[in-house]
């Protein structure tokens, strides 16, 4: 392996490299890119991501699809903090292009920079400050048990709407309500659809996620009352009172983006959740619900907070996690590489 490493060096004019430390959360993996992406141009996060968008996809999509990645892969790029509060902002990218927030991305984020000694272990009560997309982050750690542990208090999380149908091929007429986490979800419950919420029925979950969200999609016109780049649905996510463990309140599938299945129980939509069960089901303020996911992964969330939000009543979740390193990466891409942006099957 080192005689393979050395002759890549001698002929690096022919690779284009890029580097990154994977981790998962509950589940769900995370490319945190640590090096070879070009200068991100922009005065705030969103400019970024635009910057992104329209001259720096073709780094996505390599280190996303297949081969290097997957359908389901998931990935976050590192950037220098837009605020005066920040540490550093945060991008975040999967299989059809950039979100607005991440929660499992922002504990897995803080995890592994506190495991590297990139950020040194916050005090209690610190907090470590992240300019996202959807707005300003405060994350914090902790040790439990012998596991770092992290939490952050998201953006505003609010209730759309409740209450609204589309009928699907298939399913008949589908109830959902509309939440947002620091993106937009459509929450549905697969209890009264029939759908089972485990990993063998995986396939008929992304199926069925992705036509409730093309119909509610056409069913209902989102409108963010901030920012426009906000304005849209990002993904479905079915609950279920069926959980592996008794202490959980419920378990989440989301399928977001090109079809992706969450493997966490989705830090966005436990967020948007939150919100919902304030309305629905008067959870309290500093009450605790364990959410958890298709892989037995769960994430906590509680309501630190709240507030009234552009005219519309909001609260403040806090959600936590564990997540863990897996690996350390070089990608290189041969410059005669006939795949040289990937595929993707699905």
Same mark, same amino acid.
């Given at each position: ?184 979800? #459509?929450?549905?419950? $697969?209890?009264?659809?029939? *759908? +089972? ?8 979950? !992304?199926?069925? =996620? ?63 959740? #939150?919100?919902?069960? $304030?309305?629905?089901?008067? *959870? +309290? ?8 996911? !298709?892989?037995? =992964? ?49």
């Amino acid at each position: 392996m080192q005689f393979i490493h050395e002759n890549l060096a001698l002929n690096s004019e022919k690779y284009l490299s890029v580097t990154s430390i994977d981790a998962h959360t509950e589940g769900e993996p995370l490319r945190i890119i640590t090096g070879g992406y070009p200068e991100i141009i922009g005065d705030t996060i969103l400019d970024k991501r635009q910057f992104l968008t329209e001259h720096l996809d073709s780094y996505r999509q390599f280190l996303m699809y297949e081969p290097r990645g997957h359908g389901d892969m998931y990935g976050a790029l590192i950037t220098e903090p837009c605020t005066e509060k920040a540490t550093f902002g945060i991008l975040f990218m999967h299989n059809e292009g950039y979100s607005s927030m991440c929660g499992h991305g922002i504990i897995a984020a803080v995890s592994v920079a506190i495991e590297t000694k990139i950020l040194a272990m916050p005090e209690t009560g610190e907090y470590i400050g992240i300019d996202a997309p959807a707005g300003f982050i405060k994350a914090y750690a902790e040790i439990k048990n012998n596991q770092l542990s992290v939490s952050f208090d998201n953006v505003p999380a609010f209730v759309e709407t409740l209450n609204q149908q589309v009928d699907i091929n298939g399913l008949g007429s589908v109830n959902y309500d509309i939440a947002f986490g620091g993106a937009y979800y #459509a929450f549905v419950d $697969a209890d009264d659809l029939n *759908l +089972t919420c485990d990993a063998a029925n995986s396939q008929v979950l !992304i199926a069925a =996620g992705r036509a409730i969200k093309r119909a509610v999609m056409a069913d209902y016109d989102i409108k963010h009352p901030l920012e426009d780049d906000l304005s849209f649905l990002y993904g479905v996510i079915f609950h279920s009172k069926k959980t592996a463990r008794s202490a959980s309140h419920s378990r989440h599938v989301c399928i977001f983006a090109e079809g992706e299945l969450d493997r966490s129980p989705t830090g966005t939509g436990v967020s948007a959740r #939150a919100a919902l069960l $304030a309305t629905k089901e008067g *959870l +309290t303020m500093g009450e605790k619900v364990i959410i958890e996911s !298709i892989t037995g =992964g769960e994430m906590t969330v509680n309501i630190e907070e709240s507030i009234n939000y552009f005219n519309k009543e909001a609260v403040i979740p806090r959600v936590s996690g564990r997540a863990f390193i897996t690996g350390i990466h070089q990608f290189l891409v041969d410059k005669n590489d006939i795949f040289p942006q990937g595929f993707l099957l699905r």
